[in-house]
């Protein structure tokens, strides 16, 4: 399978504006009508722990805790396209250790 977007711990990304993975997101279902985004299960923490307040929570070994970031990545995509921009979407979460969604655009 082709990803359109992978997002891994190791290259920042932030969700709006200009040059924004939702801008992304929707150009690519213009584009194409599916956008398919791989995320690495350490991308995006920093946006994860501020939203839950969760910063520095470690395991028995002192490693710091993974947060659910695909979960919390999909909720936020499908607000901002449902509520924000006012389309239907269609998600398919796939995987366990990464996530990649097919979205499709209803229109």
């Known amino acids: 399978m082709l990803q359109d977007c992978c997002l891994i711990p ?3 990304f932030y969700l709006e504006g200009q040059g924004g993975l939702f801008q992304f997101i929707e150009s690519r279902m213009k584009e194409n009508g599916h956008v398919v985004i791989v995320i690495a299960e350490g991308a995006g923490q920093e946006f994860v722990a ?3 307040h969760d910063v520095n929570q470690k395991d028995a070994s002192g490693n710091r805790l993974l947060l659910a970031v695909g979960l919390w990545l999909s909720h936020k995509i499908k607000d901002h396209f449902i509520q ?4 239907d979407v269609n998600m398919k979460y796939i ?3 990464r996530f990649q969604w097919i979205i499709a655009c209803c229109t």
């Open 10 to 12: 190791e290259s920042p």
């Open 50 to 52: 501020q939203s839950i």
């Open 84 to 87: 924000v921009r006012e389309m």
């Open 95 to 97: 995987g366990m250790l």
